[in-house]
C-alpha cells in the first residue's frame, strides 16, 4: 500500500501499460487503453467536483468549491484560468440539449442555468415554499427534463457553502424542461448524490451517501413517461468505499469517483451493467466526480481533490451526461 510519500510524490508512468489500471474482471480489457497513461492536468484546488465538457469550445470546466471558483482547461493549449469567481460554492454541473451550463450550487442553494450571453437564469431554489439545501449533483434527460440531488453537506459549516438550518428534506427532484415544474422523484435516499442515467434512460442511479451500515449505489427504473421512478433496489454496495459523481459510457457501465480513508480506495472504480466491479484506476487522491469528453467522448475526466486527471479510454460516455 502507498505510503503518503507516495502519494505526494504521484508522478505519471513513464512506460505502458500505465500501472495505475487495473482489469479487475476480463471485461474491462475492452476499454482499456494500453497505450495511454493517467495524466494529471492541474492542480493547486482544495476540492474538485463537477467536471463538465464543452466539445464545441474543447475545453472542461470544474469546480473547485472551497475557493469558490470554477476552474476552465483548455484542451488545445492545456492553459487553466478562472471561469467564474465567486461562484457560488458551485458543485455539480452537465449541460442541458441546447448546449447551456446547468449548475449545482451550495452557496446559492440553487440550479441555475447560464444562458447563451453569459446572464444566469435561476432554474429552481425552493420547494413549496422552503428553501433547497445545497445542490449537488445534476443530469439531463433527452426529454429536457433536469434532475438534480439535494443534501445538506453544503449547510453543514462555512467551507463548501454557508453554515445554514435545513428547511427541506434531502431529495431527489425533476425539473420539467417545458414548464419549469418540479417534483421529487425520490425522498427515500440517505445523503442523495451523483446521479446519472442508463445510456437507454430507463434507469437513474443515485449514490446514497450516508446509507447504513455502507454507502450504496441505488437503482431506479423509470417510467414510460419519463417522469416518475419505481423499483427502488441497492445496484452497488460500496462497503469500506465512498462512491460520489458517476456517469454511463455506451454500454452502460458505470465510471464511478472513489475513495476516502484507504488509498487502495482512492480513484476511480467502473462497473459493468450487472454491478460487478471489472476495473479500477488508481489515483493518489480520492475522486470526487468525473465525466466523459475530448473530440470523441472518449477522454474521461476526473476531478480528484486538489488535481484534474485525464485518462483516455476505448469507449465513450453516453450522451447527456
Wanted: contains cysteine.
Amino acid at each position: 500500500m502507498p505510503d503518503s510519500t507516495d502519494r505526494a510524490g504521484w508522478q505519471p508512468a513513464t512506460y505502458y501499460p500505465d500501472p495505475a489500471i487495473h482489469a479487475l474482471d476480463p471485461r474491462f480489457e475492452k476499454y482499456w487503453l494500453k497505450l495511454s497513461a493517467v495524466e494529471r492536468l492541474a492542480c493547486g484546488l482544495r476540492w474538485g467536483e463537477g467536471p463538465v465538457w464543452f466539445g464545441d469550445g474543447r475545453y472542461l470546466l470544474c469546480s473547485d468549491i472551497p475557493n469558490n471558483r470554477i476552474l476552465k482547461w483548455e484542451e488545445e493549449t492545456g492553459a487553466v484560468s478562472i471561469y467564474r469567481k465567486p461562484s457560488n460554492f458551485a458543485n455539480g454541473h452537465t449541460r442541458d440539449r441546447q448546449g447551456r451550463l446547468i449548475t449545482c450550487e451550495h452557496g446559492g442553494r440553487r440550479v441555475t442555468r447560464t444562458e447563451y450571453d453569459g446572464s444566469m437564469t435561476v432554474l429552481m431554489d425552493s420547494f413549496q415554499g422552503r428553501r433547497l439545501n445545497s445542490p449537488n449533483d445534476v443530469v439531463v434527460k433527452s426529454d429536457g427534463s433536469i434532475w438534480f440531488t439535494d443534501p445538506t453537506f453544503g449547510l453543514l459549516g462555512n467551507y463548501e457553502g454557508y453554515k445554514a438550518e435545513s428547511e427541506i428534506n434531502a431529495n431527489v427532484y425533476r425539473i420539467d424542461g417545458a414548464t419549469g415544474a418540479a417534483t421529487i422523484v425520490a425522498d427515500d435516499v440517505l445523503g442523495p448524490n451523483g446521479l446519472c442515467f442508463s445510456p437507454d434512460e430507463k434507469i437513474l442511479y443515485v449514490v446514497e451517501s450516508r446509507g447504513v451500515p455502507n454507502r450504496k449505489i441505488l437503482a431506479y427504473d423509470m417510467s414510460a413517461d419519463g417522469k416518475t421512478l419505481s423499483n427502488k433496489r441497492i445496484h452497488i454496495d460500496a462497503g469500506p468505499g465512498t462512491p460520489d459523481g458517476m456517469r454511463c459510457d455506451i454500454d452502460g457501465n458505470l465510471w464511478c469517483g472513489w475513495g476516502m480513508g484507504d488509498p487502495e480506495l482512492d480513484g476511480v472504480f467502473v462497473f459493468a451493467p450487472d454491478g460487478a466491479q471489472i476495473g479500477r484506476i488508481a489515483l493518489p487522491e480520492r475522486c470526487a466526480n468525473l465525466c466523459f469528453g475530448g473530440l470523441k467522448r472518449n477522454r474521461l475526466f476526473m476531478a480528484a481533490s486538489q488535481s484534474i486527471y485525464a485518462l483516455y479510454v476505448n469507449t465513450q460516455g453516453a450522451l447527456g451526461g
